[in-house]
């Protein structure tokens, strides 16, 4: 099992948002949470990127919580993630070399091959995602309180 080190942001409904706390700032602007870099801090208001945990332990808001996933879920998501997308966009990139037309550009074809099959990939994803997004084994959990340093979170 993966994990990490986050702090329960609010309770909704039975879902438990988090957010991972980083132990150290961001080498580009020093933010522990949220996102700093300057024109993207400004652009977004250092947005938290949050998500949800099955709350076994019954945390509250503001615990600091050691969150995990398991290590097969991540991989798979990954190679989901990355592998399809490019796997499909290769092969549209293939088929529209191959079913161009003679008097057409093969690379104009290819380039449009490749854009279809990126965004059929994206769409099958996306699809994928949602069915799997309440499978128990793909979901984080709040695996136990996360051991506190003089206001920071300790290393677990």
């Given at each position: 099992m993966i994990e990490e080190n986050a702090v329960?942001?609010?309770?909704?409904?039975?879902?438990?948002?988090?957010?991972?706390?980083?132990?150290?700032?961001?080498g580009i602007c020093g933010q522990t949470r949220g996102c700093g870099v300057s024109i993207w801090g400004r652009l977004f208001g250092h947005r938290q990127a949050e998500f949800f945990a099955s709350n076994d332990i019954e945390a509250q808001v503001g615990d600091n919580v050691v969150v995990g996933v398991e290590e097969n879920a991540l991989l798979f998501g990954s190679l989901l993630a990355y592998g399809v997308p490019l796997l499909?966009?290769?092969?549209?990139?293939?088929?529209?070399?191959?079913?161009?037309?003679?008097?057409?550009?093969r690379d104009m074809a290819s380039a449009l091959g490749a854009g279809a099959g990126l965004l059929l990939g994206m769409l099958w994803l996306k699809g994928r995602t949602a069915m799997r997004g309440h499978d128990a084994r793909y979901q984080p959990v709040i695996l136990r309180p996360a051991k506190s340093c003089g206001g920071r979170v300790c290393q677990s």
């Amino acid at each position: 099992m993966i994990e990490e080190n986050a702090v329960v942001l609010r309770i909704d409904q039975g879902k438990t948002y988090l957010e991972i706390v980083r132990n150290s700032p961001c080498g580009i602007c020093g933010q522990t949470r949220g996102c700093g870099v300057s024109i993207w801090g400004r652009l977004f208001g250092h947005r938290q990127a949050e998500f949800f945990a099955s709350n076994d332990i019954e945390a509250q808001v503001g615990d600091n919580v050691v969150v995990g996933v398991e290590e097969n879920a991540l991989l798979f998501g990954s190679l989901l993630a990355y592998g399809v997308p490019l796997l499909t966009l290769i092969i549209g990139a293939m088929l529209g070399n191959w079913m161009s037309p003679a008097n057409w550009g093969r690379d104009m074809a290819s380039a449009l091959g490749a854009g279809a099959g990126l965004l059929l990939g994206m769409l099958w994803l996306k699809g994928r995602t949602a069915m799997r997004g309440h499978d128990a084994r793909y979901q984080p959990v709040i695996l136990r309180p996360a051991k506190s340093c003089g206001g920071r979170v300790c290393q677990s």
